[in-house]
T-cell receptor, first 112, second 113 residues
Framework: GDSVTQMEGPVTLSEEAFLTINCTYT??????LFWYVQYPGEGLQLLLK?????DKGSNKGFEATYRKETTSFHLEKGSVQVSDSAVYFC???????????FGTGTKLQVIP | SAVISQKPSRDICQRGTSLTIQCQVD?????MFWYRQQPGQSLTLIAT?????????ESGFVIDKFPISRPNLTFSTLTVSNMSPEDSSIYLC??????????FGPGTRLLVL
């Protein structure tokens, strides 16, 4: 079945540092890939998505590229802020109103 | 996207009781989903709810424990029945308008004593 593997946290960075959170997936066919973010005490928000190979999703300075050859969708941001502290979930969907498969989540803490 | 609300936002319940969680969307949607997020864990799908048909449950979840209603295209409820401390979780509903992306509600934080 489908699965998502993402790097374990927590990840602690200083403000303005470069962020990478690794995500790889296993799926049949051509899934859509997502990054969701969960701020403390809140629900999940869609951060970005990519629906086909080589697509780059971007939002709020975050970006991730759908790499079919390496089955990866790594999240990056050039300069993190304290307000980026949250849990980040990599996820995939086979589309057509199918369920979303989530990774285990990576907690990011940004310190001033 | 749309505005998705859940009620209650949080609750503390006694074991053996039941809690019904509501999910309201501000526009019509075909598919609604219910997820559970246990403390410090990722999300697990409980069931998929289509309007006008019975919910489809994932392995490990049964209708007697988690009955779901979907009376119209903007509303659904999930009941957590005969609760035990192991049911303490965040329960989230999500919606999918186009078969491409799911959007999530703010979640209901449940603590069972």
């Amino acid at each position: 079945g489908d699965s998502v593997t993402q790097m374990e946290g927590p990840v602690t960075l200083s403000e303005e540092a470069f962020l990478t959170i690794n995500c790889t997936y296993t799926a049949t066919g051509y899934p859509s890939l997502f990054w969701y973010v969960q701020y403390p005490g809140e629900g999940l928000q869609l951060l970005l998505k990519a629906t086909k190979a080589d697509d780059k999703g971007s939002n709020k300075g975050f970006e991730a590229t759908y790499r079919k050859e390496t089955t990866s969708f790594h999240l990056e941001k050039g300069s993190v802020q304290v307000s980026d502290s949250a849990v980040y979930f990599c996820a995939l969907s086979s589309g057509g109103y199918q369920k979303v498969t989530f990774g285990t989540g990576t907690k990011l803490q940004v310190i001033p | 996207s749309a505005v998705i609300s859940q009620k209650p936002s949080r609750d503390i319940c006694q074991r053996g009781t039941s809690l019904t969680i509501q999910c309201q969307v501000d526009s019509q949607v075909t598919m609604m989903f219910w997820y559970r997020q246990q403390p410090g864990q990722s999300l697990t799908l409980i069931a998929t709810a289509n309007q006008g048909s019975e919910a489809t449950y994932e392995s490990g979840f049964v209708i007697d424990k988690f009955p779901i209603s979907r009376p119209n295209l903007t509303f659904s409820t999930l009941t957590v029945s005969n609760m035990s401390p192991e049911d303490s979780s965040i329960y989230l509903c999500s919606v999918d308008f186009s078969g491409e992306t799911q959007y999530f509600g703010p979640g209901t934080r449940l603590l069972v004593l």
